[in-house]
């Protein structure tokens, strides 16, 4: 298991379209969209507020992209009928891929941080650094978790649309983009039951040195196992399949 988590680790990290988009993107958008800007919203600054949106932006497209491409392509290509025949379990196999996907999740919150850091000058105790980003990093295992689910949904031709529509709308009505506050009142409700909101609402208000809120991480955590359960659905179903 231990190898296998190595070569996927490496082979994420080596696809430089793979980290263009998921972590170069979020990155581009972040420069343009506090370039000049000293207003404040959610009580800090603009810059270190969409510091974290774009974070979990870019933590969500790769947890989404690290995984379920690659379930998708194996199952075409007959990889994971092999692996059923190896002493490796489905449940290992599961687990490489959510801590492949992890692994590029938080590499990709630590760029957006140096990049709020370095070349916006944003400033804050070390612990709020830190609890940020670990927060931002658990709650991507909700879409690291999706990830699996939508490998096994979707085929290696569709899952690249599949992936773009699941993150952009989740992203766009969880208001990553945009303040909630912003929106109607209608699709601030609508906002309110996504994943992508509740997982903002982590790392903001653990930049700002607040306890996370216990209807955050409920909210998150039954996605968690929402997402879990209809993916070990979809693998046994797949298993009988073979």
Known sequence: MGVLLELEVKRAFKDWRFIVFT??????????????????????????????????????????????PRISAEREVGWTRQLRLTSMSSTGYIAVKVLTASTVSLAATVALFLVGRLAKGVSMPWSHWIGSGVAIWAGSLVFCT?????????????????????NLGFSMV???????????GWAQVVAQATPTYHLAQLGHSTQLGQAPAVSDVVVLAGYLIVFAVAA?????????RV
């Open 23 to 68: 972590i170069g993107m979020p990155v581009v958008i972040y420069l343009l969209t506090t370039n000049g800007s000293t207003s404040s919203v959610g009580g800090t600054s603009v810059t270190r507020y969409l510091l974290v949106s774009m974070a979990v932006f870019s933590a969500i497209g790769a947890a989404l992209n690290a995984g379920g």
């Open 146 to 166: 999706l990830s699996i689910l939508l490998g096994y949904l979707f085929n290696s031709t569709s899952i690249t649309i599949g992936l773009m529509v699941v």
């Open 174 to 184: 969880g208001g990553l983009f945009w303040p909630t506050s912003t929106f109607p």
């Open 232 to 240: 070990a659905w979809l693998y046994r179903r797949d298993e009988v």
